[in-house]
């Protein structure tokens, strides 16, 4: 339509297009982003039920796997070889291994707002996704295809008075890749030192929270946010969601309004 031509007179492509709407018109282009499964969600007491048989969950992550890192207009993320079994998720829900991708982050344009799930009314300054596919499938567009394809550990950031010191090693990157398109190399990295101390979570079934929003994803969401100070947070706002022969517009909330629960259960491994 008259949207579609203008845009695209301006070297606009369809994904950007959407994006650019925003998450509101998404559906248009990927009609899955009104299903049933949708992420992220409210995360109430009230609709959460404690699941004893959850067992606990483990990363073992090789320093070795990490490559890049890069911004993509859309976030900041760190992208691990996936080759082989080298750095794996399993337990807690999950039904086997799965290979971490990559990792990524979503934050506000204040401290007051930015991650992608809210808990019990809450929403934290942003929160960070940890993408694992499942290796049971050939590769992973493949598994993205697939309800138990992709499992995602999403951990919540919360401003303290305290900066944490395992977030410097990509903080200190960012001057970097300022621009979208830009990336680095980011290598010898474990981010199991970004972990909180507490391993209890909630779990339930739904999507990516970015276009097309594929239903393929059994989130595990940490109870405990980590500790990061309102500077850590500035540093993510100072990328840029342009290129560099672009005016200069900041890459701030990046995280998608949560959507409805439908008959989903939340479950939680701890009581
Ligand atoms: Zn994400």
Redesign the pocket.
């Known amino acids: 339509h008259k949207y579609n031509s203008y845009l695209a007179g301006r070297g606009f492509h369809d994904l950007s297009l959407y994006f650019f709407l925003g998450p509101d018109h998404w559906y248009k282009n990927y009609p899955i982003a009104k299903g049933r499964r949708q992420s992220p969600i409210e995360i109430n007491n009230k609709d959460v039920h404690y699941d004893r048989s959850l067992l606990p969950w483990f990363a073992s992550y090789d320093p070795g796997a990490a490559k890049t890192i890069l911004n993509n207009g859309k976030?900041c993320r760190v992208v691990f070889d996936d080759s082989f079994d080298r750095s794996v998720l399993r337990g807690g829900p999950l039904p086997g291994v799965y290979r971490l991708r990559q990792l990524?982050?979503?934050w506000g344009s204040s401290d007051d707002h930015g991650s992608?799930h809210v808990v019990n009314g809450v929403r934290y300054a942003g929160?960070l996704?940890l993408?694992h596919w499942n290796p049971k499938y050939s590769n992973y567009l493949d598994a993205v295809r697939r309800a138990d394809g992709i499992a995602?550990l999403?951990i919540f950031l919360q401003v303290g008075k305290t900066p944490k010191p395992e977030m410097k090693r990509i903080l200190e990157e960012i001057n970097a890749i300022k621009t979208k398109g830009k990336e680095a190399p980011f290598t010898n990295f474990d981010p199991s030192i970004l972990f909180p101390k507490s391993h209890d979570y909630w779990t339930y079934h739904g999507s990516?929270?970015?276009p097309p929003c594929e239903e393929c994803i059994t989130w595990i969401v940490l109870r405990e946010p980590i500790i990061v100070s309102s500077d850590q947070m500035a540093k993510l706002r100072s990328l840029s969601k342009n290129a560099e022969n672009e005016p200069n517009l900041p890459l701030v909330d990046n995280w998608r309004p949560t959507q409805p629960r439908y008959f989903r259960m939340v479950s939680a491994s701890f009581l």
């Open positions: 976030t990524h982050f979503h992608e929160e996704h993408l995602v999403a990516f929270t970015t």
